[in-house]
Nanobody, 126 residues
């Protein structure tokens, strides 16, 4: 079974940057779509970025488009989320997830992702 571990979260001021990493270990061959999600207290989990591991095609939520970039390093089984120009409303727990699907985009539901990491906290102060 695949294990996903996120890292790179922390506290930054508005306008700052962070890079999150999601490292996969174990059986990593049953996935072709990776996603980053976030959940703020009292809010529903929100999908913010996906990457199709074969083609590297990406999809972004409007709330992060132009500020966040998802990328992958297949040699390291790692997916990244570069977050620039962070805003206080970006404060949340961030999760990565893996799926084996015929197509990969934010139209996928959380339930379509079979593996999840434990999350990493991002706090942005104004």
């Amino acid at each position: 079974q695949e294990q996903l571990v996120e890292s790179g979260g922390g506290s930054v001021q508005a306008g700052g940057s962070l890079r999150l990493s999601c490292s996969a270990s174990g059986y990593t061959y049953n996935r072709n779509c990776m996603g980053w999600f976030r959940q703020a207290p009292g809010k529903e989990r929100e999908g913010i970025a996906t990457i199709y591991t074969g083609s590297s095609s990406t999809d972004y939520a409007d709330s992060v488009k132009g500020r966040f970039t998802i990328s992958q390093d297949n040699t390291k089984n790692t997916v990244y989320l570069q977050m620039n120009n962070l805003k206080p409303e970006d404060t949340a727990m961030y999760y990565c997830a893996a799926a084996w699907v015929p197509w990969c985009s934010l139209q996928l539901r959380s339930i379509d992702f079979g593996s999840w990491g434990q999350g990493t906290q991002v706090t942005v102060s104004s």
